[in-house]
């Protein structure tokens, strides 16, 4: 039940968000947009009644234990999932190149450390090594610098996904911001002499892949020593056997637990900008005083900026 209502929550903001245009058009679904957090909150406090009310004697504990679990549970995987869905919008470049970059560390990290692993990281992994870690950082810029490369030439991976209430279809088709717009960057003087270039090209989104990279080699395998720890607490060595020899589903994304959030955070805070689409369409829901209200505000600024001139009154 709890399941049912996180998912409704966020898919609902989903909705909201992306799908403005089509839900206006639709009277029965106005009504569950404009009072979403309501209903959903509703639906929340309807569960924890519920649980108090289920509540028996002798087994308060074991009860209280499975509640606490629960939230835990929709915290970690629900959240991160609704995250990768925010930043699939974004454009696949956000979603491909944070999870290739985790793969790519875990598989050189593994890979450092199988033939020069000397010095052991952590108790709580006997087997990572210090060798393995480095190794795997540095592989991981070049991979996601060169990964990086390659997908900002194509529009597909870099157009943000948006809907189109004309055609009923989602659209990847856009003018690449700058982000993805081959540019002229000056290399250093010390690397001047090393590499023989003074100039090179490359795409802006080639200096964020090194930060989602570095993420992904140094914060990244924390999630993976999260789970040994908690392997480690309940006394199990994988936390399925859906996969011979590697573990559960679970195993194989222990380190994309904070890749998703840290992608997310890291969009909101230095990427995305004021998006005049989105706000066009919340502007389409309002009603048709309220429109006239921001028009004449907005007309009065621009004027009060000099960018209108005022309207000649005979």
């Given at each position: 039940?709890?399941?049912?209502?996180?998912?409704?929550?966020?898919?609902?903001?989903?909705?909201?968000d992306?799908?403005?245009?089509f839900?206006?058009?639709?009277?029965?679904?106005?009504?569950?947009?404009?009072?979403?957090?309501?209903?959903?909150?509703?639906?929340?406090?309807?569960?924890?009644?519920?649980?108090?009310?289920?509540?028996?004697?002798?087994?308060y504990?074991?009860?209280?234990?499975?509640f606490?679990?629960?939230?835990?549970?929709?915290?970690?995987?629900?959240?991160?999932?609704?995250?990768?869905?925010?930043?699939?919008?974004?454009?696949?470049?956000?979603?491909?190149?944070?999870?290739?970059?985790?793969?790519c560390?875990?598989?050189?990290?593994?890979?450092?450390?199988?033939?020069?692993?000397?010095?052991?990281?952590?108790?709580?992994?006997?087997?990572?090594?210090?060798?393995?870690?480095?190794?795997g950082f540095?592989?991981?810029?070049?991979?996601?610098?060169?990964?990086?490369?390659?997908l900002?030439?194509?529009?597909?991976f870099?157009?943000?996904?948006?809907?189109n209430?004309?055609?009923?279809r989602?659209?990847?088709?856009?003018?690449?911001?700058?982000?993805?717009?081959?540019?002229?960057?000056?290399?250093?003087?010390?690397l001047?002499?090393v590499l023989?270039?003074?100039?090179?090209?490359?795409?802006?989104?080639?200096?964020h892949?090194?930060?989602?990279?570095?993420?992904?080699?140094?914060?990244?395998?924390?999630?993976?020593?999260?789970a040994s720890?908690?392997?480690?607490?309940?006394?199990?060595?994988?936390?399925?056997?859906?996969?011979?020899?590697?573990?559960?589903?679970?195993d194989?994304?222990?380190?994309?637990y904070?890749?998703?959030?840290?992608?997310?955070?890291?969009?909101?805070?230095f990427?995305?900008?004021?998006?005049?689409?989105k706000?066009l369409?919340?502007?389409?829901?309002l009603?048709p005083e309220?429109?006239?209200?921001?028009?004449?505000?907005?007309?009065?600024?621009?004027?009060?900026?000099?960018?209108?001139?005022?309207?000649?009154r005979?």
């Open positions: 039940y709890f399941l049912l209502c996180v998912n409704y929550f966020f898919y609902g903001e989903t909705v909201a992306y799908f403005a245009t839900v206006q058009r639709r009277e029965q679904l106005q009504f569950l947009i404009r009072y979403h957090r309501f209903i959903s909150f509703a639906l929340y406090l309807t569960g924890f009644c519920m649980f108090v009310l289920s509540l028996v004697k002798k087994h504990r074991l009860q209280f234990y499975m606490a679990w629960t939230h835990v549970t929709l915290l970690i995987t629900v959240t991160q999932s609704h995250l990768v869905i925010q930043n699939l919008f974004e454009g696949m470049i956000w979603f491909l190149v944070p999870i290739s970059s985790v793969i560390n875990d598989i050189t990290a593994y890979i450092f450390g199988f033939f020069f692993g000397r010095t052991p990281l952590i108790k709580l992994s006997p087997k990572k090594t210090w060798e393995g870690f480095i190794g540095f592989s991981t810029v070049v991979f996601g610098f060169i990964f990086s490369y390659l900002a030439q194509h529009q597909y870099v157009c943000p996904v948006e809907y209430s004309e055609t009923n989602f659209v990847t088709e856009c003018e690449p911001s700058e982000l993805f717009q081959m540019k002229k960057y000056s290399v250093p003087p010390l001047q002499a023989g270039w003074e100039t090179v090209n490359m795409y802006p989104f080639q200096m892949s090194f930060a989602l990279s570095t993420f992904a080699s140094l914060i990244g395998p924390f999630g993976g020593f999260f720890g908690f392997k480690r607490a309940f006394k199990i060595k994988d936390f399925a056997d859906t996969i011979p020899g590697h573990g559960g589903i679970m194989r994304f222990d380190c994309q904070l890749m998703a959030t840290f992608v997310h955070v890291y969009i909101t805070s990427i995305r900008g004021p998006n005049p689409s706000l369409k919340q502007l389409l829901i009603q309220q429109q006239l209200s921001v028009y004449k505000t907005l007309k009065s600024h621009l004027v009060e900026k000099g960018i209108l001139q005022p309207s000649l005979g």
